[in-house]
């Protein structure tokens, strides 16, 4: 019975270490690298491809620069892809927005896509507990495949941005951000932060609308998941003028699952040990004071992935 019983168990945790998702990691931040890690993942970017970043508020100067991200966006022969905000600042028009996006270099380098410029459409969630669908500009339409390049760092209300935030508040329209961000309360932008009062219901609206992006590409098989820990500061780069950087850049992570992706950029984060010139600490006490690793709970309980991971350095190869 003993020997049937330790079977089992070595079954069990056999089973357990097969389940755990990949996390590919280099610490070299440069546009060789981030192609590198792109092939690391082994699914090829085939078709019209969207490569979806945040171009930057204006004035802020962390977002993810052309520089680094051109190789890898030639590589796929990708378009850039956007929508517009849904609070006040240079991207809340298409007018600001695409002056921004100029003004922080992305044209005339790359091909870029406001996908909410001629509309939006709902797409399907299989989580409805808060939000019952997910709103996206109808030019996601257009694409076959998505590359989700994430900037890590934290978030004035999410208290983390990565992947999960990328595919879910970035994708959305603005109207779609509203949705998410009031938790399904109101669809419209008109007056959406005076009913921001469910903290744990939006960010379970983020995993839920991050899902709904993720099985829109062919159920997660035409989509895959970059973050560059680099410039984290506690703020996203919706912030016109952020904190300043008190962590050092770390380097660039990448997997095919979304949960274990910010999950490893967060364990990274919170097993820092503080010294001079990078300081864990504020953006520690962001995440836990939005209550922001709640959004990665939720999506793992939802299905979208697991936050149990197997970390592969690139750079060892």
């Known amino acids: 019975m003993k020997k049937l019983i330790v079977l089992a168990m070595a079954v069990l945790l056999t089973t357990a270490a097969m389940a755990q998702s990949k996390v590919y990691m280099t610490q070299d931040i440069s546009p060789k690298s981030l192609v590198k890690i792109y092939k690391a993942l082994g699914r090829e970017a085939t078709g019209r491809v969207a490569v979806k970043i945040s171009t930057g508020e204006a004035g802020n100067p962390n977002y993810l620069k052309p520089e680094l991200i051109k190789d890898l966006v030639k590589e796929v022969n990708g378009t850039i892809v956007e929508c517009n905000t849904a609070y006040g600042g240079k991207r809340m028009t298409f007018k600001d927005h695409w002056q921004t996006i100029k003004e922080h270099g992305f044209l005339p380098t790359f091909k870029v896509d406001l996908m909410d410029e001629e509309g939006e459409f709902q ?13 996206v500009g109808t030019h996601l339409k257009n694409y076959d495949f998505m590359i989700n390049l994430a900037h890590f ?12 935030k990328n595919a879910s508040i970035g994708v959305a329209s603005a109207n779609g951000k509203a949705n998410i961000h009031t938790a399904g309360y109101q ?35 035409k989509i895959l998941y970059i973050a560059v820990m680099n410039n984290m500061t506690v703020d996203c780069d919706c912030v016109a003028s952020p904190e300043p950087v008190k962590l050092k850049d770390y380097g660039i992570l990448a997997s095919l699952d979304p949960v274990a992706l910010d999950q490893a950029c967060v364990d990274i984060v919170f097993n820092m040990q503080p010294s001079e010139g990078n300081d864990n600490r504020p953006l520690m006490k962001r995440i836990n004071q939005r209550h922001g690793t709640h959004t990665i709970d939720w999506a793992e309980k939802i299905g979208l992935g697991s936050k149990q991971y197997t970390l592969i350095n690139i750079d060892k190869k």
């Open 123 to 135: 797409i399907p969630v299989q989580d409805t507990k808060n939000i019952k669908y997910d709103i």
């Open 187 to 221: 669809q419209v932008v008109e007056g959406m932060w005076s009913h921001v009062e469910n903290q744990d219901g939006f960010l379970e609206s983020m995993a839920a609308a991050a899902q709904a992006v993720h099985n829109y590409f062919d159920e997660g098989k």
């Open 153 to 164: 760092k934290g978030h004035p209300m999410g208290g983390l941005g990565g992947v999960l």
